[in-house]
Every structure is written in structure tokens, then in C-alpha cells.
């Protein structure tokens, strides 16, 4: 990483920033570009704005770019979970998936199909309350969790071995209501624990794209606490800052932000580790950089893996969590090996 | 607590006798009604009636492979909480049950294996990767071998094996045909012959450790003690650890990965029998085939008419007591 050292980007976190997201928007282009019927890049931009082909504005439009958006969104979506609860647990290790809040999301999504499905396999309320309930539901599991590693603090890792084990509770009880059925679009209820984009559709972007942006905009606003919270619980209330509401505060946005991308993606696993620890090494602990570039990272991660489930294999799919946990799981036992027993403090 | 020699032998009969009855009862219920009377006919005057067919050729199998594959998950926990010192240590927290099952797949996939023989061997062979790579992972950095970074390390290598379980199955519909049935960790609808090509290598395995479980108690003094008092720790372990591998590698050849057997059985069989390997090894056996074929039982009715597979049961019961022995017996 000399390279990184020499341009120093922990002084221009801005700098950054705009790298990360034009390297974004070169693979989203990329990716739009490649498939069964590849596109040059200059004709993916020419069919973005109406021009070209009408052949080639139906592919772009119609099947290549919601999932493509959808992955950028996913993706920002997890980073920034991922980003404030390794903040406000002070633990370098956790991550949505990893302490259960993905499982009880899934869960939840899988409980609102079953509920809300008729015989004829249709959904009996919109489609658009899918994530209201999943944020329950990672809400819900996520406080579960903190209760039950509980025990004069939170230690960084039985909060990770009771949310191993909560997610496992999780699991079985999605299966239990798969079982159930009748369940809308049965295949749709594997693919949340698959973790995929498959089968993404504008009117699912209309409802996620608001959702990500107001949540990542409300992060952004609690910098101040974020960083008042990283220099530890007596320094945050010595100078006045409400540390427990604070806390519970973010802990909402992050199962917030964790609920929308489960609601449409499932559970694609590691983005929310990998991210904000990326960025802590490039543009250093900082929260509004930190958060700001994880999100382009986190994007960048489910783009590619995206990318790759789409093409990799053509004209099978490989889900794109399968691709994430690749990396993402070696990374974690990097992670683990390394870790000091202090590296964590009582949250 | 049972505290004497005769007391415990005891048990072990009484629990012998359990488990036949549990068996039996195993025979009995479920969707179909049958009565204990049917089951008695089924065997001694058989009819091609439908009730004995069934107790006969479903309910039967189900039963052996219930009782079969339960010992080995208990004994093969106990053995490996025991070789790694730690309270959590069980087939599938380490990862052996998830590193089996995708070996399988490979196998299907790649080497288009068909013969259950071979499914047993890169059962064998997925097992004993795994808990080799969780343990050298977990050994390496900067405090050697916690018991947590054991359990993490292999909950990371099962998401690992697990997501790529996944994409290769993705990739080849007819192996997801072949190995879906028996991915789901289940003990329903296995053909016996499967379990009829593992009874060998399961005796074999059980017995041998039972006969050498002394040694197991030497390593709960602690490498140090147990190294001055000259005995040859590595190699009690590199033993055992061969045990528990072909134990849990078998129990998921035959059904599939089945949590949480070998975590809760251990620690119920410690409060009973005390610390002594020699007798914790064949309770954990009984344990283990009662708590699955109970399990099994239950999983009829949870969901009737439909079938819970009775891995999923052993998660929801297997839950609250792994995050009870987290809280309490780590010092965490």
C-alpha cells in the first residue's frame, strides 16, 4: 500500500471520495456494457441519454440497469450499516451479518411473505411495507442480541458468538416458515438467504433508492456524535453528549439501512466488514470520510460481485453473496488472527 | 449426579433402555396412525398392508439412522471439547459438518461420484480439512489458541464451505437433484444401505475411543502437567481428533449436516457423570441417539402434516443452550 502512504489520503479525504465513486461509475458502465450482448461503453452512454439503438435502450433499460442500481444501493446500504456498528460497538469485528441482524431481517421478509400471500401466491398488502418490516426485524434481532450479551458491557467477542448463534435461531425459523407456505413466489423466499440481485425491478428501486439516501443523509448529520462516541463512553459524557441515546439512535439507522438491503437482496454477506475497514486504512478513522468513502467501496464490493454472478458463469447464475464470502470470510480470520484481546472496548 | 461406579452402570443400562423404547416409539408416531400392536405385527407377522410398510421400510431405517447418527454427534463433541479444551467445540460450530458437505458436493460435481462409498470417503476427507484448517487458523497470532477465535474461526470457514456449497450447486442442476435431499440434515427418507456402508467405520470409531477414553481425561490437566507426567499429548490428540473426524464425518455422510447434538449433550452428560472420560464417552453415545431420535419424534407434529427436517429442530432447541453455556462457562 506504498502508494496510498505517498498520496496520503487521510489529509484529502474528498480526493478520495470522488476516486472511489468514479471508479464506481466505471464499473456500473462496465458492467452495463457486458453480458450476452456486449455494448461498448460510449453506446452504453449513448442509450443512458436516449440516443442509440432502440434494441439496445430495451436491454440497458430493462434488464441490465435495475440490478445494477440496485447494487449500488445494496451495497452503500451495508457499508454504512456496517460503518456505525463497528463505531458504536467499538468492535472491529462486527458487522451486520456477522451478529445476527441480517438473519433477522431475512426472517422477517420471509415472515411478511407468508403472512401477507393468498392461495393464488399474490401478496395481499403492497409490496412497498417489505421493508418497514424488515427494519423490524433486524431491529428486533439486533436488540436481542445486545441483551443477551449483556454482561457489565459488551465485549467485542461474545457479542460476535451470540449473534453466531442467534443468526443460526434465525435460520432455522426462515426455514420453519419456507415450510409453511403458501408463500408468494416461493423461489423468491431462497433468495434471501442466498443473497442475489437476481430478479431486480425498477418499481423496487423507486422504493429502496429514497430509503438509502435519507438514512445515509441522517448518518451523515450524526457525525459529531460518531466521533464523540469513538473517543469512549466517559470522554462522550464528560463533554455533555448524550451517550446512550445517542447510541440506540444509531444503532436504528444502522439495522435501518441493514432492513432496506435485505428486504430486496438478502443477505450478501462481508460487505459490511470489508467496507468500513477499507476505508479506515485509506482515508483513516474520521466518521464523515469514513462513512462517505465505505459507501463507495461497499457499492464498488456487490457491484463487482454482481458483475461476475451475472457473467462469470453465463447463463447460469452464482449469487453474488457466494462471491462476497470468498473474500470476505479469509478476511475475517486475518481479522481474527491479528486481534488483541484489548483491540475492543467494553461498548 | 450419579457419584459410584454401580450407579452409573446402572444408568448406562437404563439409558440402553430408553433408547429401545424411544426407538419403538419412533415406530409408532406420526401422520400415519399406527398403535405399538401394529409394530409388534409389522415385524413378527407381516402383512403388505400399508401401516407395516411403513413401520417396516420408513419408519424403521429412520429409526436406526436416528440412533446411529446422534451417538456419533455426541460422542464426537464430547471428544472434541475435550481435545481443543473448549466448552463450545462441536461438529458443526468448528465447521466439520459444513467442510464434509462441501466435499460431497465437489465430489458429485468434479468427479461425478455416485457410489455411497466414495461419499463416505470425501465425507472423511471434508471433515478432517476442515477441523485441521480451523485449527491451525485459530492456533496462529498473537495469543495461540483462545477458544473463542476457535469458535469464530469456525463459524468464518462454515460461511466459507457453506456460500461455495451454494455457487457449485448453482452451477450444476443435476448434482442440486442428487445432494439437495440429503443437504437439509435430515434423518427421513435415507436409504438404509447408506448407513449399512458407515456402521463400520461408526463402531469402529466409537469402540476405539471408549477403550482409549482414560487418556482424554490426562488432557484435562493441562498440556503442561500432562507433558511432565510423560504423557505424549500430540499424539493423544492427533488419536482422538482422528476419532471425532471419522465421527462426525460418517454421522453427516449418512444425514446430512445436523447441528447442536454434539454441544448440548456433553455439557447435560458432565453435570451426570462427572468429569471422567471413561463414562462421559458412552453416555454422550445414549444422549446423543435419545436427544436425535426425540428430536426426530417431535419433528412430525411440529409442522403435521408436513415434516420439519430434524436439523432445523436441533437448532431451535440446540440455540438458547449453546448462548446459556456462552455466557456461563466462557470467561468472556
Same mark, same amino acid.
Given at each position: ?10 489529509? +484529502? ?33 449513448? $442509450? ?18 435495475? &440490478? ?24 472491529? @469485528? ?101 443473497? *442475489? ?25 450524526? &457525525? ?34 441493514? /432492513? ?16 468500513? +475497514? ?70 | ?6 450407579? &452409573? ?35 413378527? +407377522? ?5 401401516? +407395516? ?5 420408513? &419408519? ?29 467445540? *462441536? ?45 491451525? @487458523? ?80 490426562? @488432557? ?32 453427516? $455422510? ?32 445414549? /444422549? ?19 415434516? @420439519? ?24
Amino acid at each position: 500500500m506504498k502508494i496510498f502512504n505517498r498520496l496520503d489520503f487521510t489529509r +484529502h479525504p474528498f480526493y478520495a471520495t470522488v476516486l472511489v465513486f468514479l471508479a464506481v461509475v466505471t464499473v456500473m458502465l462496465l458492467s452495463a456494457g457486458s453480458g450476452e450482448f456486449p455494448l461498448s461503453p460510449a453506446k452504453v452512454i449513448a $442509450a443512458l441519454f436516449g440516443f442509440g439503438d432502440e434494441f439496445d435502450r430495451t436491454i440497458l433499460v430493462d434488464f441490465r440497469l435495475p &440490478r445494477i442500481i440496485m447494487a449500488l444501493f445494496v451495497g452503500m446500504a451495508l457499508a454504512v450499516s456496517g460503518a456505525i456498528l463497528q463505531g458504536i460497538t467499538k468492535n472491529p @469485528l462486527a458487522s451486520p451479518d456477522l451478529i445476527g441482524v441480517t438473519a433477522g431481517a431475512s426472517f422477517a421478509v420471509v415472515l411478511f411473505l407468508t403472512l401477507f400471500s393468498d392461495e393464488n401466491n399474490s401478496l395481499t398488502v403492497s409490496i412497498q411495507w417489505l421493508p418497514l418490516f424488515a427494519f423490524a426485524g433486524a431491529t428486533i434481532t439486533a436488540l436481542i442480541v445486545f441483551l443477551l450479551s449483556w454482561k457489565n458491557g459488551i465485549a467485542p467477542f461474545r457479542l460476535l458468538l451470540i449473534g453466531i448463534a442467534v443468526a443460526a435461531f434465525m435460520h432455522a425459523g426462515t426455514t420453519v416458515w419456507i415450510l409453511m407456505g403458501p408463500i408468494y413466489q416461493a423461489s423468491q423466499a431462497t433468495i434471501w438467504t442466498t443473497g *442475489s440481485i437476481y430478479g431486480a425491478n425498477w418499481s423496487q428501486i423507486y422504493i429502496i433508492m429514497p430509503w438509502v439516501l435519507l438514512l445515509i443523509v441522517i448518518s451523515l448529520l450524526m &457525525r459529531r456524535q460518531m466521533n464523540i462516541l469513538e473517543l469512549g463512553d466517559d470522554i462522550a459524557t464528560g463533554v455533555g453528549s448524550r451517550v446512550i441515546q445517542n447510541r440506540v439512535l444509531l444503532l436504528l439507522l444502522s439495522t435501518g439501512l441493514t /432492513g432496506v438491503a435485505v428486504a430486496f437482496a438478502g443477505g450478501i454477506g462481508f460487505v459490511g466488514l470489508l467496507a468500513p +475497514h477499507i476505508a479506515r486504512r485509506i482515508v483513516g478513522p474520521k466518521f464523515q470520510s469514513m462513512v462517505l468513502f465505505s459507501a463507495g467501496i461497499g457499492a464498488l464490493l456487490v457491484l463487482i460481485a454482481d458483475w461476475i454472478a451475472r457473467v462469470a458463469f453465463a447463463p447460469v447464475e452464482v449469487p453474488a453473496g457466494v462471491w462476497t464470502a470468498a473474500v470476505g470470510a479469509p478476511y475475517f480470520i486475518f481479522l481474527l488472527m491479528t486481534e488483541r484481546k484489548k483491540g475492543g472496548t467494553n461498548a | 449426579m450419579l457419584h459410584t461406579n454401580t450407579t &452409573r452402570g446402572w444408568g448406562i443400562a437404563i439409558g440402553i433402555i430408553s433408547i429401545l423404547f424411544l426407538m419403538s416409539a419412533s415406530l409408532v408416531y406420526g401422520y400415519t396412525n399406527t398403535t405399538w400392536h401394529d409394530a409388534y405385527l409389522a415385524f413378527f +407377522h407381516p402383512t403388505t398392508s400399508n401401516e +407395516h410398510l411403513i413401520i417396516r421400510d420408513v &419408519r424403521f431405517p429412520r429409526a436406526l439412522i436416528a440412533c446411529f447418527v446422534g451417538a456419533c454427534l455426541g460422542v464426537s463433541g464430547a471428544i472434541m471439547q475435550s481435545i481443543t479444551r473448549n466448552p463450545l467445540s *462441536s461438529p458443526s460450530i468448528l465447521g466439520v459438518n459444513a467442510g464434509a458437505s462441501f466435499f460431497v458436493v465437489v465430489g458429485v460435481v468434479f468427479l461425478s461420484v455416485q457410489s455411497l462409498q466414495s461419499y463416505m470417503w470425501l465425507s472423511f476427507a471434508g471433515a478432517s480439512f476442515a477441523f485441521l484448517l480451523v485449527f491451525i @487458523l485459530s492456533s496462529t497470532g498473537r495469543e495461540g489458541l483462545t477458544p473463542l477465535k476457535l469458535t469464530l474461526a469456525g463459524s468464518a470457514i462454515t460461511a466459507l464451505f457453506a456460500s461455495f456449497t451454494q455457487g457449485l450447486l448453482v452451477l450444476n442442476e443435476t448434482a442440486l437433484d442428487q445432494v439437495l435431499f440429503w443437504l437439509a440434515g435430515s434423518v427421513a427418507n435415507r436409504p438404509l444401505d447408506l448407513l449399512v456402508t458407515a456402521l463400520p467405520y461408526m463402531i469402529g470409531a466409537l469402540l476405539l475411543s471408549f477403550l482409549r477414553a482414560k487418556e482424554l481425561n490426562v @488432557l484435562s490437566i493441562g498440556d503442561d502437567v500432562a507433558v511432565g507426567l510423560g504423557q505424549r499429548t500430540v499424539w493423544i490428540k492427533f488419536f482422538f481428533g482422528v476419532c471425532a473426524v471419522v465421527l462426525a464425518g460418517s454421522a453427516v $455422510a449418512v444425514a446430512g449436516p445436523i447441528g447442536f447434538v454434539g454441544i448440548i449433550i456433553p455439557h447435560l452428560i458432565r453435570s451426570l457423570v462427572g468429569l471422567d472420560h471413561r463414562w462421559i464417552l458412552p453416555y454422550s453415545a445414549i /444422549g446423543g441417539a435419545a436427544l436425535l431420535l426425540l428430536a426426530d419424534i417431535g419433528s412430525r407434529y411440529v409442522l403435521m402434516p408436513q415434516e @420439519l427436517p430434524v436439523g432445523v429442530m436441533t437448532a431451535l432447541i440446540g440455540v438458547p443452550f449453546f448462548i446459556f453455556v456462552a455466557r456461563r462457562k466462557l470467561g468472556i
